[in-house]
């Protein structure tokens, strides 16, 4: 079946940091590759995907690449800011299951 | 504006006492998920629709129905909610399966 593994977190970076996230998946298929963000108390809102290997999605300052290779699809922001603190949830979806598969979620907390 | 809801926010309630959480979209979309969230286990999808009178289950279907008379809601319902039905609640939906899920702002149910 279908599976993501995210990092555990929580991840603590000062303000400016570079922020990886690390995200493998396992999947059938050509799976698109979504990261959502929840910030708290509230649901979870798109932050990028890409469809298709080597494609790169991008929002926010924030990049993954979609790499086939490593079945990866990792987070990274040059630069994180207080306002990026949430929670990260990579997911991928496959035709064949008609769901969004998610990983277990990274908290980041960003510190002046 | 394009959104999710879900009604209630927060809920609170005993063993054997059904439940009804209400999920609208005003997006037009065929495609409507419910998900639920527990720390450590990131969302798992509970049901899904494909378009009105089309339904399956997800993953974690047991002690819980959903329905689709109409393209615009699909509640979910517990008939007998139990503590172990205690969690972060998500409906979703999207243009099509494929397509980018749009999530509402969740419903926090506590059974006691």
């Known amino acids: 079946g279908n599976s993501v593994t995210q990092m555990e977190g929580p991840v603590t970076l000062s303000e400016e940091a570079f922020l990886t996230i690390n995200c493998t998946y396992t999947?059938?298929?050509?799976?698109?590759l979504f990261w959502y963000v929840q910030y708290p108390g509230e649901g979870l809102q798109l932050l990028l995907k890409a469809t298709k290997a080597d494609d790169k999605g991008s929002n926010k300052g924030f990049e993954a690449t979609y790499r086939k290779e490593t079945t990866s699809f990792h987070l990274e922001k040059g630069s994180v800011q207080v306002s990026d603190s949430a929670v990260y949830f990579c997911?991928?979806?496959?035709?064949?299951?008609?769901?969004?598969?998610f990983g277990t979620g990274t908290r980041l907390q960003v510190t002046l | 504006e394009a959104q999710v809801t879900q009604n209630p926010r927060y809920l609170i309630t005993v063993t054997g006492k059904k439940l009804t959480v209400t999920c609208s979209q005003n997006m037009n979309h065929e495609y409507m998920s419910w998900y639920r969230q527990d720390p450590g286990l990131g969302l798992r999808q509970i049901y899904y629709?494909?378009?009105?009178?089309?339904?399956d289950k997800g993953d974690v279907p047991e002690g819980y129905k959903v329905s689709r008379k109409e393209k615009r809601n699909f509640p979910l319902i517990l008939e007998s909610p139990s503590p172990n039905q205690t969690s972060l609640y998500f409906c979703?939906?999207?243009?099509?399966?494929?397509?980018?899920?749009?999530f509402g702002p969740g419903t926090r149910l506590l059974v006691l």
């Open positions: 979703a939906s999207s243009r099509k399966r494929e397509e980018t899920q749009y």
């Open positions: 997911a991928l979806f496959t035709g064949t299951a008609s769901k969004l598969t």
């Open positions: 629709s494909m378009n009105v009178e089309v339904t």
């Open positions: 999947a059938t298929g050509y799976p698109s």
